[in-house]
């Protein structure tokens, strides 16, 4: 099959359009169905006949568009404003490629941590079963993305909320009481399904429903409270470590536009 210039580039628009719809329509099917949605989400990646985005590429997304919302709210200033004007920012980002790069480099670098950490994970948990371990991966990755807008979105709204108020201490101590409860007890909820995937195995909650089998031992539930833990440090380190770093190549590029100009 030979491909002129015109389909190459008609494919490629097209790819790109559909692949950024498809990343919205899995954040929407992991809200919808936190258990069965990553399930599904993995078979439609797996078949042939869907274009699904990987779990990987899902959650490198989910970094990407949060250190993107990051650098649009601290230029701006304008804490839930600053969420309206991506679109522009993702245009000069492309025009300059001096928003989008250090998004891009730091989603990057957690997307990597986070990744690599649950390969070494599923490799001491199951070392003679490649496809268990592809399966686990894949979906806990999809079902990372509740946590993650929790630990970078919310409390980031927060910050900027408090910086923008902080004249009033009334308001300074309510928005400091809701980040704390943000940063240690919503993200535990939201590490539920993505821990109890990592538990049983990936397949284990959704064809337990399905077939009616008998509920899980107590003790189970203790391994979904050390795997939420677990996956807790993972991904808050891996958040931490992105936002330092992102701070580092904002900082460093800060006297180098203010040289520009």
Same mark, same amino acid.
Request: charged share 15%.
């Given at each position: ?6 389909? $190459? ?22 809200? /919808? ?17 869907? /274009? ?66 649950? /390969?070494?994970?599923?490799? $001491? ?23 993650? =807008? ?18 009033? $201490? ?21 590490? $539920? ?11 284990? =909650? ?49 006297? =180098? ?5």
């Amino acid at each position: 099959m030979t491909l002129d210039l015109f389909d $190459l580039i008609d494919r490629f628009f097209s790819g790109v359009v559909v692949f950024f719809f498809n990343i919205f329509q899995t954040m929407y099917a992991v809200l /919808r169905h936190p258990l069965r949605g990553p399930l599904r989400l993995y078979l439609n990646h797996r078949n042939k006949k869907y /274009r699904q985005a990987s779990g990987i590429s899902f959650l490198f997304m989910t970094f990407f568009l949060a250190f993107l919302l990051i650098q649009q709210m601290a230029d701006e200033g304008q804490g839930l404003a600053a969420a309206g004007k991506l679109g522009r920012d993702i245009v000069k980002g492309v025009a300059g490629s001096d928003r989008l790069w250090p998004a891009f480099s730091v989603g990057l670098l957690c997307t990597v941590i986070v990744d690599t950490a649950l /390969r070494i994970l599923l490799r $001491l948990k199951y070392p003679e079963r490649p496809c268990r371990r592809d399966v686990v991966r894949s979906v806990v990755e999809y079902a990372l993305f509740l946590p993650l =807008a929790f630990l970078i979105y919310f409390p980031l709204l927060i910050y900027f909320a408090v910086t923008v108020a902080a004249d009033s $201490l009334s308001t300074v101590i309510l928005a400091m009481f809701g980040a704390i409860l943000l940063v240690v007890v919503c993200p535990i909820p939201a590490l $539920l399904p993505a821990a109890i995937l990592f538990t049983s195995g990936g397949v284990g =909650a959704g064809r337990r429903r399905a077939t009616g089998s008998p509920a899980a031992p107590r003790w189970r539930w203790l391994k979904v409270a050390g795997n939420v833990i677990l996956l807790g440090v993972i991904v808050g380190g891996a958040a931490l470590c992105g936002i330092a770093a992102w701070v580092d190549v904002m900082e460093g590029a800060a006297p =180098a536009n203010a040289t520009s100009g």
